[in-house]
């Protein structure tokens, strides 16, 4: 399961302690009660582009551990890349990519993990080349990538992927949320990835996201 895991949440994986697991716990029902409260103003027409892709982000990680809310999230996104406000069509479009290397997580036989996962990376790699500057998109095919089998070789793309953030975020990070901007800057660090130099700047840069 793990291989085809894109995106922060996936570090609850390694929490085994009763302890950890209360954390994992705690944090899904914040994700949840956040869905609800977005889900309640799309219901209303009151939520605006930033709001329908940060549902989206929920739809997604939720959909990393429950893959009930891939339905839910596979139509979000097509509604947002579809929509008249273009402002996240390429994040739409990479989201719908990772959704698709779920899938292949979840999929019964090797040979159709392996399809699917092939066809999501393809895509992943044409849209990075129409957004190479867009944290989001180049973040979730590092992350995605970064669970997957050394056979894939994606492990050099993945460090490549990581040296360009490090020098995308700081001088473009206004652009996104802050607690978005937080989770990869985490998930860098933590990924052992990193070059001392480039860790330093991280980490650097991480503490001063209060």
Known sequence: MKYYIPYIIAICLVFFSSVHAKEVQTERDSILIKAKILESRKLTSKLE?????????????????????????????DEIKSGENN?????????????????????????????????????????????????EIRFIRASTCFYLPF?????EQVKNDFIILSKLIP????????????NICGFMLDSGYLSNEHFTEIKSFYSTLT
């Open 49 to 77: 582009a930033s709001g329908l892709i940060e549902l989206g982000r929920l739809y997604f990680y939720l959909a990393v551990e429950d893959k009930d809310y891939l339905t839910k999230a596979f139509a979000l996104f």
């Open 87 to 135: 402002t996240y069509h390429g994040e739409s479009l990479m989201y719908l990519q990772a959704l698709h290397a779920i899938r292949a997580k979840n999929a019964l036989w090797p040979a159709d993990k392996w399809s699917i996962a092939n066809k999501a990376l393809a895509q992943m790699d044409k849209i990075i080349l129409q957004y190479p500057d867009n944290i």
């Open 151 to 155: 056979f894939f070789n994606r492990k």
């Open 171 to 182: 001088k473009s990070h206004l652009r996104y949320p802050k607690h978005l901007i937080r």
